[in-house]
């Protein structure tokens, strides 16, 4: 059947359908849901409706379709961030509409975005952005502050400028027109000097120069932000003294009008007034306007001080700008002040104490206080400059400064010397002066005088004398002139007397007291005296006083003008005792000047000329007593300044007698030479001792010496002296003139060495050697010569002992060098006489000297030498004698080459780490001699340094080398060894044993010269296998195998080597330094041989010799 669907409504719970299967309504209030459904209550696909025409209605699928198609991100806009609804999408704090807002929250990176904002244009300045910032050139807001923001032109402004990001470059548009244009400065400073469009809007921008687009830059204008006025106004002024023209001035005279003229500056086209404070009690002036009167443009103002009555005044005038119509209005209202000197006329007036005097000498002539009486109103100089003038009437005057409070001041008083000229007070000529004082200022009718005043000044009597002694030009150099001396002098003169010239003025009556109990003189002008001024001098005579000092006094009275004076004057005379004497020859001491030639002493027996003035022994190395034998001349030392040399006779005095003299007189400069005395100088002592302690021609003295040429003197000892007949002698002082002028001379013919101490010698083979124990040789029969002339030498070290020449190429000193004393070597015939050299020992003929001890060295040495000697005297030190014909052979030092310990090493073979040792028993002279196989001869025929070797075979160690030695010891050494030449001619032989077990092979070390080396192992196969009695040969390779030896019938290998190689072999005559050499046993051990022995026998011929041996 056909389905019927009628649409109508039906209402059914919840829902309402639109016909009885038509679609539903649903509606759901729990969930706030309304839904159109199907039938079976699934949502409809399709609901279809027209275009809606109101903001309530639904849209349909064509209006959203047509609205989709033309909204993109050029089209849409961002909108309102938030309900407000102002539009912002960033707020920058503390700024526009929050300025005073610090704590907003809404702020971003982009500061341009806005609800009216296209979201491409907001995209593409997000991204500048991001990229700025990437570049670090982000720049997100700008800020700034000014030091100033208001003032008078000029004004300079400094802005701070803070921002946000990293701007280098800032633009400020200062808003007067200027620009500063991409600075790098963030505290610029600009100065404004037109305010025609102030106040000023002032732009800054922070950008990056390096930067882009949106976030690279940001700008602030901040409106009337700096304000300008016009220049600031300094008020000012000035007086004149017309009402135009002419120049300031800052004074007047009492009563006179001054102009005064308004000098305020920066006034220009502004309203102004002013006031004027006079400061004189007057009434201000005022001034309405610039240009009336006293205005900066207005006619200068005249205005007269109120007056005082001769009393000086200052007046501190003020102006003050009251108002300015432009100017800034911190600088409103501003002032100046400035002081007027008001001067008025005065009347000085002034008292004296006195008004007559004398011309007094302690005063240098009259003083009179004069007193300032003037009236008070007499301004100070601190203030007006003014001075008071004292004009004494003398040619001179006084400056004193008004209010000072000096001398002469208001109220105060001065004093003032009135004095003659020299000219007036010698003619005794009376003067009147006459002065006045004066007011000096700066008013015009300036200065203001007193009445005047006279002062009279009369002559001084002036007592005036010179006092001297008659004889100035005799005193000594500190004594003045008057100075006296007591007694006469040389000449007879009295030194006691003084002259006195009276130069006294205006007086005419004169009384000396001479101050030593005498008389006084009484002297005046009338006949001109002695003594009065118009007379001679007064003389007056001390010499019978006491030494001390005397005062003479002179006393001048007379009337020169109006009053009876009187005057005394003093000086002082010292008499004074002559001086001691100088001191005479006796005092003197006289010494040797010529240098000495040694450290000597007199010798025993010496000629002496002089009676015994020294001894034997006394030391001829003092300044009284020295040996001389080559001096030319001989002097003393110069004796200076004895007196007397007015009178008497110096002579010079040589062994007791006058070899020469001088008779003197009073007359000066008796110098010469005399013999041998010699007179250096002679005068007075003021000249040749000191002028300060003597007068003159009261002592004379001389200076002086002795010289002698030696060769006016016999050998021995002679004495000087110098002598004066009345004053006395000298010490003596002694000369030793000695015969043996050279050097002393050993001589050793007939000398020679023995043996005097033998000590613990050292045997080496078989020779003896100086080792320890303090050993001694002594020298026999030697002399010497020219050893003590008439002085001996002061010393311990007479006798020298010394190295010799060395032999054999050793070195070093057998000896100690020592030195031998008198004692030590004197003879049998002895040279000293209780421990003194006896004078001419060895002169003439050889002394012949007792045995002297030599000492043998204790040093280490190695060492064969002959010895020398020398002496020594005062004339120095002769040569070393020819050498002794003996040789001395020492060895204290540790043997290198040790026959009795041959090195064999430790690590060689087994069973011993002992060295090898040198073994006898081989008698006869062969290469290789028979032996006991049997034998031990490691601990059986050991060899020791005494072994006796003379007459042997035997090779000698000498000096620690091995050597082929045929030298007779017997003769010519010390100590006295074998003779070792006698039947020694042929070669010689070196033989040493050593033990080891466990070997077959060893190795031989060795510098030097061989003519042959063996090789044996007694009581091995080698023994019988060898055609050499048992030997086998260094020289000759090994055969390879089995048993060294020639006698293959015995075992033997058909081959007497045993070089492991051929380069093993030791040759003849080859010199060798320190190499090696292989030997071998072959297939024989020393352990199979008797002690475990092993032989080795070395061979030298002439010429050979090892330094060193041993065996690896």
């Given at each position: 059947m056909a389905q019927v669907k009628n649409y109508g409504l039906i209402g059914v719970g919840a829902s309402l359908q639109l016909g009885k299967q038509g679609p539903k309504l649903k509606g759901n209030a729990d969930a706030g849901l309304v839904q159109i459904v199907g039938e079976d209550n699934a949502t409809l696909s399709r609901l279809q409706g027209a275009n809606a025409s109101s903001a309530t209605d639904f849209v349909t699928k064509a209006q959203l379709d047509a609205q989709g198609s033309a909204t993109d991100g050029f089209s849409l806009t961002l909108g309102n961030i938030d309900a407000t609804g102002d539009g912002d999408w960033h707020i920058t704090p503390n700024q526009g509409d929050y300025a005073s807002n610090s704590t907003v929250t809404r702020q971003g990176a982009v500061t341009s975005l806005s609800n009216t904002e296209k979201v491409s244009d907001a995209i593409d300045k997000l991204n500048e952005t991001a990229l700025n910032i990437y570049n670090n050139t982000y720049v997100r807001d700008v800020d700034y502050t000014t030091d100033v923001s208001s003032g008078g032109a000029p004004l300079t402004a400094t802005l701070n400028i803070s921002t946000t990001g990293n701007p280098n470059r800032y633009t400020i548009a200062w808003g007067d027109g200027t620009t500063t244009t991409a600075t790098t400065d963030s505290t610029p400073t600009h100065t404004y000097s037109n305010n025609a469009l102030s106040p000023f809007d002032v732009t800054v921008t922070a950008f990056h120069n390096t930067g882009a687009g949106e976030g690279s830059s940001a700008s602030l204008q901040k409106n009337n932000f700096i304000t300008l006025y016009t220049a600031n106004p300094v008020a000012g002024f000035g007086f004149f003294a017309a009402s135009s023209g002419g120049g300031a001035i800052s004074q007047v005279d009492d009563g006179t009008a001054l102009y005064f003229e308004n000098q305020t500056t920066n006034i220009g086209s502004a309203s102004a007034t002013y006031r004027i404070e006079w400061g004189d009690g007057s009434s201000n002036a005022s001034v309405a306007a610039d240009t009336d009167s006293g205005g900066t443009q207005g006619s200068r103002l005249a205005h007269t001080f109120t007056t005082s009555t001769e009393t000086d005044q200052l007046r501190t005038v003020k102006l003050t700008l009251l108002t300015h119509s432009t100017a800034d209005p911190s600088t409103v209202p501003n002032n100046t002040s400035a002081v007027v000197k008001v001067y008025d006329t005065h009347t000085p007036s002034v008292s004296l104490d006195d008004n007559s005097g004398i011309n007094e000498a302690a005063t240098s002539g009259h003083v009179v206080t004069f007193s300032n009486t003037t009236e008070a109103g007499v301004g100070t100089f601190a203030d007006f400059g003014i001075q008071y003038r004292y004009v004494w009437g003398d040619g001179t005057t006084n400056t004193v400064n008004a209010g000072s409070g000096a001398?002469?001041?208001t109220g105060g008083s001065i004093s003032h010397t009135f004095a003659l000229t020299n000219g007036q007070q010698t003619a005794g000529t009376a003067v009147d002066f006459t002065g006045n004082l004066e007011v000096i200022s700066s008013h015009t009718g300036s200065p203001f005088k007193s009445s005047n005043f006279t002062v009279h000044v009369e002559p001084d009597i002036r007592a005036a004398i010179t006092g001297t002694?008659?004889?100035p030009t005799l005193r000594s150099s500190n004594d003045n002139i008057r100075t006296l001396y007591k007694g006469t002098d040389l000449s007879g003169t009295n030194r006691a007397v003084v002259t006195v010239d009276n130069t006294t003025q205006n007086a005419n009556a004169y009384v000396y007291n001479w101050g030593d109990s005498s008389s006084n003189d009484n002297v005046t002008e009338a006949g001109s005296p002695a003594g009065s001024v118009s007379g001679a001098n007064i003389t007056h005579d001390y010499s019978g006083a006491t030494a001390g000092s005397y005062t003479l006094t002179l006393t001048a009275t007379g009337q020169p003008d109006l009053t009876v004076q009187s005057d005394s004057v003093q000086t002082v005379f010292a008499l004074e005792d002559v001086p001691a004497a100088p001191t005479s020859l006796s005092g003197k001491s006289l010494s040797l000047s010529t240098s000495s030639q040694d450290t000597s002493k007199l010798a025993h027996g010496a000629?002496?000329?002089?009676?015994?003035?020294?001894?034997?022994?006394?030391?001829?190395?003092?300044?009284?007593?020295?040996?001389?034998?080559?001096t030319t001349g001989i002097s003393t030392n110069n004796i200076t300044s004895a007196w007397r040399s007015d009178s008497g006779t110096l002579s010079a005095i040589i062994d007791g007698s006058a070899d020469g003299a001088k008779a003197f007189s009073t007359s000066t400069g008796e110098t010469g030479t005399f013999t041998s005395l010699v007179i250096t100088a002679e005068g007075d002592a003021y000249d040749q001792i000191?002028?300060?302690?003597?007068?003159?021609?009261?002592?004379?003295v001389f200076s002086g010496r002795v010289t002698k040429d030696i060769s006016g003197l016999a050998k021995g000892v002679h004495s000087f002296a110098l002598s004066h007949s009345t004053t006395g002698a000298t010490n003596n002082v002694y000369v030793v003139k000695d015969n043996v002028d050279s050097t002393p001379t050993i001589s050793l013919s007939?000398?020679?060495l023995a043996e005097e101490t033998a000590g613990s010698k050292r045997y080496v083979s078989g020779i003896p050697y100086y080792n320890s124990g303090s050993p001694q040789v002594k020298l026999q029969n030697a002399t010497v010569s020219n050893l003590v002339g008439e002085a001996f030498l002061d010393s311990t070290s007479i006798f020298y002992i010394a190295s010799g020449t060395n032999a054999e190429s050793t070195s070093g000193s057998a000896v100690q060098q020592e030195f031998r004393t008198y004692a030590q070597i004197d003879g049998s015939s002895t040279m000293l006489n209780s421990g003194v050299p006896i004078a001419?020992?060895?002169?003439?003929?050889?002394?012949?000297?007792?045995?002297?001890?030599?000492?043998?060295?204790?040093?280490?040495?190695?060492?064969?030498?002959?010895?020398?000697?020398?002496?020594?005297?005062?004339?120095?030190?002769?040569?070393?004698?020819?050498e002794t014909s003996q040789k001395i052979q020492v060895w204290t030092a540790s043997p290198t080459f040790d026959e009795e310990n041959i090195a064999v090493s430790d690590s060689l073979g087994a069973g011993f780490d002992d060295d090898g040792k040198r073994v006898t028993g081989f008698g006869a002279s062969a290469d290789t001699p028979s032996f006991n196989s049997s034998t031990n001869n490691y601990t059986g025929n050991v060899f020791t340094g005494a072994t006796t070797v003379a007459g042997t075979s035997e090779a000698v160690v000498r000096w620690n080398t091995l050597q082929h030695f045929d030298t007779n010891l017997s003769s010519g050494y010390l100590p006295v060894g074998p003779d070792l030449n006698t039947g020694r001619s042929g070669a010689q032989y070196f033989t040493f044993a050593f033990r080891r077990t466990t070997m077959a092979n060893f190795v031989i070390r060795l510098s030097g010269t061989v003519s042959g080396v063996f090789i044996a192992a007694p009581g091995t196969g080698i023994d019988s296998a060898s055609s050499l009695n048992g030997w086998i040969?260094?020289?000759?390779?090994?055969?390879g195998a089995g048993t060294p030896g020639a006698n293959t019938g015995s075992g033997g290998?058909?081959?007497n080597g045993c070089a492991f190689t051929s380069g093993d072999r030791i040759f003849d005559g080859t010199s060798y330094s320190n190499q090696t050499f292989t030997m071998t046993l072959g297939d024989q051990n020393a352990t199979d041989s008797t002690g475990n022995n092993i032989l080795v026998r070395i061979k030298l011929e002439d010429g050979d010799s090892l330094t060193a041996l041993s065996i690896e």
């Open positions: 001398a002469g001041d002694t008659t004889t000629t002496d000329a002089t009676g015994g003035g020294i001894s034997a022994g006394q030391s001829l190395n003092t300044t009284t007593a020295r040996r001389y034998d080559s000191s002028s300060t302690t003597y007068p003159k021609n009261y002592y004379q007939g000398a020679s001419q020992t060895g002169v003439g003929s050889g002394y012949a000297l007792g045995d002297v001890v030599v000492d043998i060295t204790n040093s280490s040495v190695t060492t064969v030498e002959a010895i020398k000697f020398r002496a020594v005297n005062v004339n120095g030190t002769g040569s070393y004698s020819s040969d260094a020289s000759t390779t090994y055969g290998n058909g081959s």
